[in-house]
């Protein structure tokens, strides 16, 4: 039978419950359990046992806050299902974790009040340090993020004004230069989607218009504000090649509405790149496997996470120094594939 409390209902062991069953002080507990080279073997030994038979769990929060260390590192993300935060995620874990870290993961689903909301719980829970994607963040968030005395890094973006620390690139050079690919290679009828229309989609955006302009050409461009998927790229493509049937060519804000472009597109029986050149955005791993290829902006998703950890790590438990450059720009690389090709002769 479980053990209760009269009530029927459980309840969770504490240390006095492991000291009464080891027949010792909650004070030797405490000791055995954070400082094991202070008690005997023997008593360490009992202590084990009854720790094992009540399946006691440590109140870690308690004593770290008692040393302000709770080794855990706050993370918040726009999107726990895009697969441009897996690799990204991925890098937060394998620095922090072999270092006997907690990395507690929120989802903001790219809503600033709910952004706003997720910082406040996850402060709630005293990490050692903040890691949030992008740069912005409400007036509230922001001072929150500065007045918590912690290391803060925001990333995937740069900005000139960070909290703390920026590490990223700039999504606006990025989109610049996805365009003027297509520039290149001959394309005056160049189309652009945004899904969803966030900080980092609308910069991308920016740069796609500053290449339009810069050429003299006409920018066409179509958004919605919902989470990326094949689906909306598929959709979109189809109220672009009927509002706009001259458009030759398309840069999509991300690689899933690149494939879902290229998939609605050889369904109408077109070929891309002969009818439609195709450039994606992330370099997300189905972007080389695809048929065609996809070309597309790549952009180093691990190299920031893990740039961001190690500098974490450098402040909270090594030199305690920050970087000199509080703004890091990892920057970008335009990987051609078979996607993108020069415009069809007409």
Do not use: C
Not at 145 to 170: F, R
Not at 212 to 222: L, N, R, S
């Amino acid at each position: 039978m479980a053990e209760g409390n009269g009530s029927g209902k459980r309840r969770r062991k504490t240390l006095s419950d492991v000291a009464a069953r080891a027949g010792v002080s909650a004070v030797t507990v405490s000791r055995a359990l954070n400082r094991p080279e202070m008690v005997s073997e023997d008593l360490r030994e009992r202590i084990r046992s009854a720790v094992e038979e009540l399946a006691y769990i440590p109140n870690e929060l308690a004593s770290a806050l008692a040393s302000a260390r709770t080794g855990r590192i706050g993370v918040i993300v726009p999107s726990l299902t895009n697969g441009v935060f897996g690799e990204y995620l991925r890098a937060l874990h394998d620095v922090f974790l072999p270092a006997g870290f907690q990395v507690l993961v929120l989802n903001s689903g790219y809503v600033a009040g709910k952004e706003e909301r997720a910082i406040a719980t996850m402060l709630g829970q005293h990490p050692e340090a903040m890691i949030v994607t992008g740069i912005d963040q409400t007036k509230q968030a922001r001072r929150m993020l500065a007045e918590a005395a912690i290391p803060v890094i925001q990333t995937m973006e740069v900005t000139d004004d960070p909290i703390d620390i920026v590490i990223g690139l700039s999504q606006e050079d990025a989109g610049y230069a996805a365009t003027r690919h297509l520039i290149q290679l001959g394309h005056r009828h160049i189309g652009q989607m945004a899904v969803p229309l966030d900080s980092r989609a609308r910069q991308r955006v920016k740069g796609y218009q500053r290449a339009m302009t810069e050429a003299g050409f006409e920018p066409f461009h179509v958004s919605m504000d919902a989470p990326s998927t094949f689906a909306y790229g598929a959709e979109l493509i189809e109220t672009m090649l009927t509002r706009w049937p001259k458009m030759t060519a398309l840069f999509a804000g991300n690689d899933n509405l690149a494939l879902g472009a290229l998939f609605a597109v050889q369904r109408r029986g077109m070929k891309v790149p002969d009818d439609l050149s195709i450039v994606g955005f992330n370099d997300l791993e189905f972007a080389a496997t695809s048929f065609p290829s996809l070309t597309t902006v790549a952009t180093p998703r691990y190299k920031i996470g893990e740039r961001a950890a190690a500098i974490v790590l450098e402040i909270i438990r090594g030199s305690g120094t920050r970087p000199k450059e509080h703004t890091i720009d990892l920057g970008f690389r335009l990987i051609r594939r078979e996607s993108s090709e020069a415009p069809p002769t007409r």
